[in-house]
């Protein structure tokens, strides 16, 4: 895939989506909505991480809308919704998607969402909001314990504003290797022309608001069914996986808990079709009498608490 096909890509999607915006600042926060909305399954909400946009989810959307209403957001001062009024903090941010929400879904209507990284941040507080139709909350690579302070995470380079385009994007491919994949060679076209687009366009100083605000937390007032899908080589966790899992089984008895092999920060994009089968899974169980769903292939290692 070339650069222009990735453009592509991402243009022929957006072409499929239908746009809508709520209040946010001095402005709106931007949401877009695929799939049938008269389906009869509950629409699914995405969040995405920090400096991200819906596009992070580019490799989730088209599979999820095929029997779902999907919505995704750009988070306040991410992609193209306006920066949160200032001063901001996680509450404040919260607040503003759980407001959005509001607007955005039918009355009365019973969804799920998905969060990943800097948006699971967030979902603990937009749970509770929505704790009377809220299904289910799938955590996606978010460090619920906190950031790493050590390690490739914190190794990032800043990308001079006067830098030629090809040092840019040397640098850029740089910091994803550092955080956001295990394998380098997965980080391809489509990657790097939605990275260096939500760069340019990210305005929230997510990190700083992950590292005051840990997302476990808020999580222990969540109600709803919850999930977690971590990449097994996710550089961001601190204490570590390990230590992310006692904690789960611990605080979250029944949670659903899966690793895939292989795959680092931005699993949902780098281990595509096994995420999508993970988490399709866990969906369709909360419709199964008989279990809470899951995926036992080999290929992904499945660990129900």
């Known amino acids: 895939m070339t650069p222009s096909e990735a453009q592509s890509t991402l243009d022929a999607l957006l072409a499929q989506c239908r746009e809508t915006g709520t209040p946010c600042g001095d402005g709106e926060m931007i949401w877009r909505i695929w ?9 699914v909400v995405l969040l995405h991480g920090g400096f991200g946009s819906w596009n992070h989810w580019v490799r989730n959307i088209p ?14 001062g991410c992609g ?17 998607v759980a407001d959005g929400l509001d607007a955005v879904l039918p009355d009365g209507t019973d969804f799920d969402m998905v969060s990943f990284s800097f948006g699971g941040v967030l979902s603990g507080m937009i749970a509770q909001r929505h704790a009377d139709r809220l299904r289910s909350l799938t955590i996606v690579g978010t460090p619920i314990l906190g950031l790493a302070t050590t390690g490739p995470a914190n190794e990032l380079v800043a990308v001079p504003s006067d830098a030629t385009p090809e ?24 990657a790097m022309t939605l990275h260096m687009d939500n760069m340019a366009k990210g305005r929230l100083r997510s990190r700083g608001i992950a590292r005051k605000y840990p997302a476990a937390p808020d999580l222990l007032g969540v109600s709803c069914r919850l999930n ?6 996710d550089v961001t966790l601190d204490p570590g996986l390990d230590a992310i899992r006692a904690y789960v089984d611990t605080h979250h008895v029944g949670a659903g808990f899966d690793v895939i092999p ?16 993970c988490l399709m899974a866990l969906l ?14 080999p290929e992904l290692r499945h660990t129900r608490t």
């Open 167 to 190: 040092t840019a994007a040397e640098l850029y491919r740089g910091n994803l290797e550092k955080l956001m994949v295990r394998d380098p060679a997965t980080i391809d076209d489509l």
């Open 284 to 297: 369709e169980g909360l419709d199964d009498p008989d279990g809470v769903g899951g995926h036992d292939s």
């Open 228 to 233: 977690f899908i971590f990449g097994d080589g």
């Open 35 to 43: 799939g049938n909305p008269d389906t009869s399954q509950p629409p």
């Open 80 to 96: 193209d919704s306006a920066l949160p009024a200032s001063p901001y903090d996680a509450a404040s941010v919260a607040g503003l």
């Open 262 to 277: 292989g795959a680092g920060h931005w699993v949902q994009y780098e281990a595509a079709g096994q995420f999508n089968d």
């Open 63 to 76: 599979v999820l809308a095929q029997d779902r209403m999907v919505i995704a957001a750009d988070l306040p």
